[in-house]
């Protein structure tokens, strides 16, 4: 008996672990706008002329994660397959962080490539990006730990906020020692989520809301100019 023949994708990026490749199709499904039964002969006829078109869904496999994808297209017989346009419905892409310092932006992107590879290196890199994160906001201490509390008495951080970073910490030293233990693929998304939170608030939280205030600024000038123009047509009507 032979395998049928291996399916893959172009070089699509994973949501679950950001590795850019090919990704398998394991299962398809077509889902025809046809319909199955008809009402008359002459709508049997009519639709026999119809070209076929439908929805495809196909679930893909990404081979460094072993994480699927779920995603769906519009296809028809009239369709040339370089115009058809995939939604992915699962798992849906994460948002880009705003705001983040050039290094630390990058210290992050870094830190996303090796997340599929390994998650103790991953939470040693997201670890540095704490201190680089001090390092910016000019933190003062002897170690993470105190700096951290030093943001919280600035106010560049909640105090809550100290607790998710003291516990990224202490992960980030469980995967730098060997002797207190090896995290895994589960951790991964806490990792993701205690980073996530403090880089938002530290950066992205503050540069959206400076963007919002410009906009705002720009649309009240907007007014202004609108409503002079309008004052001065109504003094001098033509």
């Not at 600024?217 to 033509?238: C, F, G, Q, T």
């Amino acid at each position: 008996m032979t395998n049928p023949k291996r399916q893959t994708t172009g070089f699509i990026t994973c949501n679950h672990c950001g590795n850019h490749s090919p990704m398998d199709i394991v299962a398809e499904y077509y889902h025809s706008l046809k319909p199955s039964t008809y009402d008359s002969p002459e709508d049997e006829y009519y639709y026999s002329y119809q070209p076929d078109e439908g929805y495809k869904y196909e679930l893909l496999l990404c081979l460094a994660c072993k994480g699927v994808t779920l995603w769906k297209y519009f296809d028809a017989d009239y369709i040339d397959p370089e115009e058809i346009t995939v939604d992915t419905l699962y798992p849906l892409a994460r948002s880009k962080l705003s705001g983040l310092p050039y290094q630390i932006q990058n210290a992050y992107e870094i830190s996303l490539k090796v997340r599929v590879i390994d998650a103790n290196a991953y939470a040693v890199l997201l670890g540095r990006i704490l201190e680089m994160v001090c390092a910016d906001r000019k933190a003062t201490g002897k170690d993470l730990y105190n700096k951290l509390n030093d943001l919280a008495a600035k106010g560049e951080i909640p105090g809550k906020l100290v607790g998710v970073a003291d516990q990224l910490r202490h992960l980030r030293n469980v995967g730098a020692h060997a002797s207190l233990g090896e995290l895994t693929k589960e951790e991964i998304p806490i990792l993701d989520d205690l980073c996530r939170a403090i880089l938002e608030y530290v950066y992205s939280a503050p540069y959206l809301a400076n963007k919002a205030q410009q906009q705002l600024k720009r649309l009240k000038e907007k007014w202004a100019k609108k409503e002079e123009v309008s004052d001065k047509y109504s003094e001098n009507p033509e």
